[in-house]
């Protein structure tokens, strides 16, 4: 079903992340020389999923609540 499918692609996408997350880290602070722009990066990234999280779930409950 539907729970499947969304537990398949939060899989995939976690797995994405923690796959290449921490050579872009490497690179970031090898390519600035400072581990706080890589974590400012990091933190940057997180911020704006959370947003792009919050965003679609907006609209799937407004989606929803009009289907009603």
Do not use: E
Request: avoid cysteine; hydrophobic fraction near 55%.
């Amino acid at each position: 079903g539907m729970t499947g499918a969304v537990v398949g692609y939060a899989s995939i996408i976690i797995r994405l992340g923690s796959f290449s997350i921490p050579p872009l880290f490497g690179l970031i602070v090898d390519r600035s020389g400072s581990y706080d722009i890589a974590w400012i990066a990091l933190a940057l990234f997180i911020l704006v999923g959370n947003i792009i999280f919050f965003i679609s779930q907006a609209l799937t409950n407004k989606h929803l609540s009009l289907n009603q």
